[in-house]
């Protein structure tokens, strides 16, 4: 933490009603909220626009990857993070 940060929270600490831990657990669970919302944005685009994640899939491995255009793969991966970041938010969200 930067000597502002802890400053800036000592003086919050003093004029509001709440702890460090308590801004720290807020803020996280803020970021970790907002983050989720984008993800589950993203999401539902893919899912518009393919289904789902293993008809994707399918599709790639019947068609295969086009050496001109990668979208369908560049998709896949990012739907892979996607998955894999929501399910570690959940996780740190559920350890809270």
Same mark, same amino acid.
């Given at each position: 933490?930067?000597?502002?940060?802890?400053?800036? @929270?000592? &003086?919050?600490?003093?004029?509001?009603?709440? #702890?460090? /831990? !308590?801004? =720290? +657990?807020?803020?996280?669970?803020? $970021?970790?909220?907002?983050?989720?919302?984008?993800?589950?944005?993203?999401?539902?685009?893919?899912?518009?626009?393919?289904?789902?994640?293993?008809? @994707?899939? &399918?599709?790639?491995?019947?068609?295969?990857? #086009?050496? /001109? !255009?990668? =979208? +369908?793969?560049?998709?896949?991966? $990012?739907?892979?993070?996607?998955?894999?970041?929501?399910?570690?938010?959940?996780?740190?969200?559920?350890?809270?």
């Amino acid at each position: 933490m930067t000597l502002y940060a802890a400053q800036l @929270l000592e &003086r919050a600490t003093q004029v509001l009603p709440a #702890s460090s /831990d !308590d801004f =720290l +657990l807020r803020g996280i669970t803020a $970021e970790a909220t907002d983050r989720l919302v984008a993800l589950k944005k993203a999401d539902l685009r893919l899912r518009a626009r393919y289904g789902f994640l293993e008809k @994707l899939q &399918r599709r790639i491995g019947i068609e295969g990857v #086009s050496p /001109d !255009d990668h =979208l +369908l793969y560049t998709d896949l991966l $990012e739907w892979r993070a996607i998955r894999h970041e929501l399910s570690a938010l959940v996780d740190l969200l559920e350890t809270l």
